[in-house]
């Protein structure tokens, strides 16, 4: 059974940069055609993709957030990572990494999340 | 950008059939997922490519797309059946609908 957990820091400061990693367990993030990625959800609001990175290391980046979002995998560690910079009391939220197998298919496997607040 | 329309809300009593829907510009020639979350836990994927279900959804969950509305559609509706649920589509990018929170009466 394929398992995803976020670790990173609860708090950034305004300015900033938001790190997050993505550990994979009971699969691989070198299998071939998947598709790793990051969903936030601020407080009280819905849900909205940040990015996901092919299992090849090419990204693709939410056009709203493009400027300030890096991606990548390190598949030594078996993990996927998120970057982002300039951060802002709008970034705090619920940081989710989860699984695609193809730029259309659904995300079937979810992390439990983690919070991320912005404040100084 | 490409948009999806959900309602905040939708009630329905136990027993009875809720229908969400999620409107967007030919929506019918996408294929669409949805997501259930509960409060305080990551969303899970109840119906993917417009009405397919994943294994451990129950068959009560169903949906449909045509036109400029796809529809998920909970029969027998239950009190665990309470959560907002998510749209998605991909348009040369994720897009994820506002959401919309199932109230059981």
């Known amino acids: 059974q394929l398992q995803l957990q976020e670790s990173g820091p609860g708090l950034v400061k305004p300015s900033e940069t938001l790190s997050l990693t993505c550990t994979v367990s009971?699969?691989?993030?070198?299998?071939?055609?998947?598709?790793w990625g990051w969903v936030r959800q601020s407080p009280g609001k819905g849900l909205e993709w940040i990015g996901s990175?092919?299992?090849?290391?090419?990204?693709y980046y939410n056009p709203s957030l493009k400027s300030r979002v890096t991606m990548s995998v390190d598949t030594a560690k078996n993990q996927f990572s998120l970057r982002l910079s300039s951060v802002t009391a709008a970034d705090t939220a619920v940081y989710y990494c989860?699984?695609?197998?193809?730029?259309?298919?659904?995300?079937?496997?979810w992390g439990q999340g983690t919070l991320v607040t912005v404040s100084s | 950008s490409y948009v999806l329309t959900q309602p905040p809300s939708v009630s329905v009593a136990p027993g009875k059939t809720a229908r969400i829907t999620c409107g967007g510009d030919n929506i019918g020639s996408k294929s669409v997922h949805w997501y259930q979350q509960k409060p305080g836990q990551a969303p899970v994927l109840v119906i993917y490519y417009n009405s397919d279900r994943p294994s451990g959804i129950p068959e009560r969950f169903s949906g449909s797309n045509s036109g400029n509305t796809a529809t998920l559609t909970i029969s027998r509706v239950e009190a665990g059946d309470e959560a907002d649920y998510y749209c998605q589509v991909w348009d040369r990018s994720v897009v994820f609908g506002g959401g919309t929170k199932l109230t059981v009466l």
């Open positions: 009971g699969g691989s993030v070198s299998s071939s055609s998947h598709y």
């Open positions: 989860a699984r695609r197998l193809g730029l259309g298919e659904p995300f079937d496997y």
């Open positions: 990175i092919y299992y090849s290391g090419r990204p």
